[in-house]
């Protein structure tokens, strides 16, 4: 099938590598030139282990193509994508949908012959509806149906997560899309992945349902995490204790210093507001916006407290700046904040991470971006271990200990053994355990 996959952020450019290995043709379209020349280049604007690679591969058998014009594109597909951002809206928490109606708007002058439109982005309810109209009062003749598909890719792991998927998610009640979205997605459906069709609205809602519900495990986890500290509880083992329960999982309980990135704080949020102008608030949700907010500053206080009260003048290395190991993205990273509070209360700090210091250095002044771990924590009065990238469990200990000004740890990602690290001579702590 032909595909246009209108925007080259991390869904566009992940979905539509993953649909032309899938053996389609898919050009992505993106109006940003210097995006667009990159890629046309073999350069990847984002962080994901193996999408270099698999763009490539695509790109050289020609299946995969890039571009700024969507006239051709459009005209020719048998499936549009729109995969935009939808970033929260200044002032008020709701998603902004400017870019998602201006690729409608786009898209509905260009069509020749039967169209599946399809929202990938993260929308909120209803907005399928709008697409139509806006398609329909822009084209009237035009012949297409729009289709609900969202997206459930972690960063990470996403091409893993787009060809092994738990489920496929597609809002339409037009039997022709049906058929249309079963072939683009046909070596999912051989493999009897579960393809659940149902209503537009409900494809919407079901996005946010679930970023909603795993916000809440992490939160959870999170709080549970404090109480174990003050009980004299261990938070890992409270997490294997229940997470060994089929009914609850073990995914997404594992204490940290909360949850950030691209989904998560924008898509509670969004929901909340949702849920608020339909008349159901969501309590719950609403408490663990907050929660996870003030988590992070939390965190910083924990590095205060360690360090004696007093970290004017100290100097501090924190390992990990991105939100989450094996990405770049440092949207509402809990670094961000924990940064900002250890500055304000006088603190240096000198950081590394192996992915995102280039856009860490966008979001934070002042901070002294080293070349690696151990070049960060020389000198340093403490180290902080922030996120969990595999390279930090495999550090030289001894090594630490000797660029040390004292060997100090806040383990915030509990990524190292409490006892093992006393042993060794480190003064330690972590999340939920106390010692």
Known sequence: MRVA??????VGLVSGTCFADFGHVVTCIDKDTTKIDALNNGKIPIYEPGLQELVAKNVDEERLFFTTDSSDAIRTADAIFIAVGTPTRRGDGHADLSYVYAAAEEIAG??????VIITKSTVPVGTGDEVE???????PDADFAVVSNPEFLREGAAINDFKRPDRVVVGTEDDKAVEVMQELYRPLYLNETPIIVTKRRTSELIKYAANAFLAVKITFINEIADLC??????????????????RIGSKFLHAGPGYGGSCFPKDTLALSKIAADAGSDL???DSVIEVNTARKKKMADKVVDFLGGDVNGKTIALLGLAFKPNTDDMRDAPSIDIVEKLQSCGAKIRAYDPASMEEAGKMMSDVLFCDGPYHAIENADVVVIC????????????????LLKAPKVVDLRNIYKPDYMLSRGFEYTSVGRSY
């Open 387 to 402: 996120t969990e990238w595999d390279q930090f469990r495999a550090l030289d200990l001894e090594r630490v200990k000797s």
């Open 283 to 285: 309590k719950i949700v």
């Open 229 to 246: 500290e003050n009980v004299g509880a261990n938070v890992q083992e409270v997490s294997r204790g229940i997470g060994l329960d089929n």
């Open 133 to 139: 109209a806006i398609i329909q009062k822009t084209n």
């Open 110 to 115: 260009l069509l020749e012959g039967f169209t």
């Open 5 to 10: 996959m209108i925007g080259t952020g991390y």
